[in-house]
Structures are given as structure tokens and as C-alpha cells.
């Protein structure tokens, strides 16, 4: 099928034009170099317009610099996650001597991945409760050819995360209340794994707290974290009352979305 085939077909089921011209970018980027026949392209582009995100249609992310195999085990990967791992790799550039950098939280590893891939002198470990995750993780890790350790375990009652060392942390955890369901877009409540997502209690901030207190624990250098620019201030005041400094960063939208805890 053309370009102009594959927008016309998507068009029927899509409002905007605009869209419906960046999805088939996607598509197109996400399928180059695989000859697909018209009737698998079809039925991709209806899934797409039936409001499946076009990265799980194509089980594929670009992220920083990688492109990233995703199930729906795994979250997709976001612009904005790409900024944190900016600042950890301007951060790590005045670092020369080999460090162990844990991603919790690391769903399909493109933190970690994109640290690693960066600086491959650092021990990677990458985290996830899930064994699907962790599973598209290795394989992310293999498809890059970037060698990392990686630990299933949870953050909330750590086990093996007690036995390895640390110096740095970066995470962006679940952190969405079940109560604030409706105000989010319906796609990411339908198709976007819930483990990822929600936190089980009333705190947004419980994922936070676990992994500062497991940092303290560890006697780490530094913390990255991603945030809801929501309670941003939130975790800023209760970090505030650790022995911890923090530090904290804009998105490129101007929503404080990024704490440093050092
Ligand atoms: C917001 S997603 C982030 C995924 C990935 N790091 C990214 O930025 O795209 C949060 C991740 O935390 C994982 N997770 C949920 N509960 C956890 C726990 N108790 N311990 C460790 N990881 C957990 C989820 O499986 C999910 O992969």
C-alpha cells in the first residue's frame, strides 16, 4: 500500500487529519524494511483506528536514541522520560569510575537501556515486579547488544534488591490513584498494563517514599525520579524532611516532572 492508500484507509476511522498523517508516520517508520502484505497492513491500520496505540500494533517504541521491542506487558515508553534520562547522562559524562546504576521500575528498560548504551562502563541492573517486563527488558538488552544484570523483585518488600550494590538510582514508578481514573485517557486505562500504572493505596507517593527509603538504606549517591507534576511539590516537602537534598527540573512543557535526591 502507498502512503496516501494507508492515510486514506486510516481516515475512515480517524477524525483529524493531522492524526491520521502521524500515525501513518509511525506505522511506516515502526514497519520500514519489512514487506508486509496489504491485508496485514489493513488489519494493523483498523486495530490502529479502533484506538489500539499504534506502538503496540507495531510492538515498537523509539525512545532516545533505540528503538524498542514493547508488549502490552509493558508500559510506552514517554517524551518526557526521555528528559530524565538526559539529565542522568549529562550528570554521569564528569564520572569516569564504573558505578551501579538501578533502574526500578525499568518495565521494557528504556532507562536503563539508554544509560547503559551511553555509558557502558556502568553496571546496569534493571527492576521490575513483573517477569513479562523483565522479559522484554533482556530482550530490549539483547536486540541492543548491551550486556545488564536484571532483578525481579518488588520495591515495596525488597528481597534480592537487599543483596546488590547500588550507587544511583533512576525510577519512574507507578504513581496514578484508582480515584483519579476518569480524568485519564481512555486508551492508556484500556491498553497500558495497570501494575504499571496505579499505586494500590491512597499515596501517589508510596513508590516514592519505598525507593528513597531502600536509597538510604544503600547509602546512595543519587536518585532520579520521574513525577506527576500533581504532587511534585508534595514529594519535594515530604524529601525535604530526609536527610536528603533534591534538586528539581521542568519538563520541556514547563511542568515540574524530575527530582534530583542527592
Ligand atoms: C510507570 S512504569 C515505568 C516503566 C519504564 N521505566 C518507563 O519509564 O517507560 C512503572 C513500572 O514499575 C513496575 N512496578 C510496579 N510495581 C512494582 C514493584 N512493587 N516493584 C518494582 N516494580 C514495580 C511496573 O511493572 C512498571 O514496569
Given at each position: 500500500m502507498t502512503k496516501q492508500e494507508m492515510i486514506h484507509f486510516l481516515r475512515q476511522s480517524i477524525d483529524s487529519d493531522r492524526e491520521t498523517e502521524n500515525l501513518i508516520d509511525y506505522y511506516r517508520d515502526a514497519t520500514r524494511g519489512k514487506q508486509l502484505p496489504d491485508a496485514q497492513i489493513k488489519n494493523e491500520l483498523t486495530k490502529i483506528g479502533e484506538g489500539i496505540p499504534v506502538q503496540y500494533v507495531t510492538g515498537i517504541s523509539f525512545f532516545y536514541t533505540s528503538q524498542f521491542t514493547i508488549t502490552q506487558d509493558v508500559l510506552i515508553p514517554r517524551p518526557e522520560t526521555e528528559e530524565l534520562v538526559h539529565w542522568v547522562n549529562s550528570d554521569l559524562k564528569s564520572i569516569s569510575r564504573s558505578l551501579n546504576i538501578l533502574d526500578i521500575?525499568?518495565?521494557?528498560g528504556c532507562i536503563g537501556l539508554s544509560v547503559k548504551k551511553k555509558f557502558p562502563n556502568h553496571n546496569i541492573i534493571l527492576n521490575d515486579l513483573s517477569s513479562k517486563a523483565i522479559k522484554v527488558a533482556q530482550l530490549n538488552a539483547d536486540n541492543l547488544n548491551l550486556k545488564i544484570q536484571t532483578c525481579q523483585d518488588?520495591?515495596?518488600?525488597p528481597i534480592e534488591l537487599k543483596t546488590i550494590d547500588v550507587d544511583i538510582i533512576i525510577s519512574n514508578p507507578p504513581y496514578i490513584l484508582p480515584s483519579e481514573l476518569n480524568r485519564m485517557d481512555g486508551h492508556v486505562f484500556k491498553h497500558e498494563p495497570h501494575l504499571a500504572l496505579?499505586?494500590?493505596?491512597?499515596?501517589?507517593?508510596e513508590f516514592y517514599k519505598a525507593i528513597v527509603k531502600y536509597g538510604l538504606e544503600k547509602k546512595v549517591q543519587a536518585i532520579y525520579f520521574e513525577t506527576s507534576d500533581i504532587f511534585h511539590n508534595d514529594l519535594l516537602k515530604w524529601i525535604g524532611e530526609t536527610a536528603y537534598k533534591c534538586e528539581s527540573r521542568n519538563d520541556l512543557q514547563g511542568k515540574p516532572r524530575m527530582i534530583k535526591v542527592y
Open positions: 521500575g525499568c518495565g521494557s518488588s520495591i515495596l518488600e496505579f499505586v494500590d493505596n491512597d499515596d501517589p507517593l
